[in-house]
């Protein structure tokens, strides 16, 4: 099993519309996770991280599962600037970040 | 303030050729990553420094490739001998501290695009 496995999409979101796309990890000892954001040939830039059971900020809410290892992004009233990759990465207390291949959004006017 | 800066920002290179790529980070931070982004794909973690402490290496993908920090601040990637399978873009990214902990924000330079032809 990967270590993140994520549904590349692309998600297809009407403007305003709400999405949402889960991440699973494999790694049960994951204690932190982010959310990347990264735009088409940019570098990816942390939209979110979670700790406990979710966070939200904004339009965009977290939720983390830890009995069936998953964790949630969802986006409310989503803007065109929000079309994205939107990256998955679980934190497993070693040095490394565990990146998933993430979930495009292409936010439709 | 700066961010991570990265340079080349493009470099376009023959098979067999060596490449170095540089990488100054966040003043201040004592975390320094290295990854590689092949087209459609996630991140692949390449070396990881903390301080003065060795660095993890695990995962560079072979022999020809290896990495220094000079200083605990400036960090370069050297490829030999690079081959077509070696293009992609390099990114790298600091932390204030690394490891341990909850985790910590990394922030990532631009990244290097690598095309060996």
């Known amino acids: 099993r990967k270590e993140v496995e994520q549904d590349p999409g692309p998600f297809n979101v009407p403007e305003g519309a709400t999405v949402a796309f889960n991440c699973t990890y494999s790694n049960s000892a994951s204690q932190s996770f982010f959310w990347y954001r990264q735009d088409c040939r940019k570098e990816p830039k942390l939209l979110m991280s979670?700790?406990?059971s979710g966070n939200e900020d904004g339009r965009f809410t977290a939720q983390l599962n830890r009995a069936s290892q998953y964790i949630s992004l969802l986006i409310r009233d989503s803007k065109l600037s929000d079309s994205a990759t939107y990256l998955c990465?679980?934190?497993?207390?070693?040095?490394?970040?565990?990146f998933g291949k993430g979930n495009q959004v292409v936010v439709i006017p | 303030g700066a961010g991570v800066s990265q340079s080349p920002s493009n470099k376009v290179t023959e098979k067999g050729k060596d490449v170095e790529l540089r990488c100054d980070p966040i003043?201040?931070?004592?975390?320094l990553y290295w990854y590689r982004q092949s087209l459609g794909q996630g991140l692949e973690f390449l070396i990881y420094?903390?301080?003065?402490?060795?660095?993890?290496k695990s995962g560079l993908p072979s022999d020809r490739f290896s990495a220094e920090r000079t200083g605990g601040s400036v960090s370069t990637l050297t490829i030999q001998r690079t081959q077509q399978e070696d293009s992609a873009v390099y990114l790298c990214a600091s932390s204030l501290v690394g490891g341990g902990g909850g985790g910590e924000t990394q922030y990532f330079g631009p990244g290097t695009r690598l095309l060996v032809l």
């Open positions: 990465v679980p934190w497993g207390g070693n040095n490394r970040l565990a």
């Open positions: 420094f903390q301080g003065n402490s060795a660095p993890d």
């Open positions: 979670v700790y406990s």
């Open positions: 003043s201040g931070h004592t975390a």
